[in-house]
């Protein structure tokens, strides 16, 4: 007897598109905004590596982040105001 075929559908065991998974869960949902950002960074570092005056490294960034977060803090609440 041959194993039953697999089929879209309630009962199936695909459940990708099951109205009671949480609608985050769906990689439809979270996958298009994590490639587009990866491939905004992505364009940021091959920018910055080719001209050095036009764009700082997101390693440059992340590390003046990391040395000065109030100050970023405060000039961002300072924008936001």
């Given amino acids: 007897m041959a194993p039953p075929r697999a089929t879209e559908g309630p009962g ?4 990708l598109g099951s109205p009671h998974q ?3 869960l769906r990689p439809s949902t979270w996958a298009p905004p994590v490639v587009t ?3 905004i960074l992505a364009l940021w570092e091959v920018l910055a590596l080719r001209d050095h005056y036009l764009l700082p490294t997101i390693g440059s960034v992340v590390n003046q982040l990391g040395r000065y977060p109030l100050t970023y803090l405060a000039n961002g609440g300072d924008t936001l105001a």
Avoid: E
């Avoid at 199936?12 to 459940?15: H, I």
């Fill in 22 to 24: 949480a609608s985050w």
């Fill in 37 to 39: 950002f990866a491939l």
């Fill in 12 to 15: 199936t065991g695909l459940n």
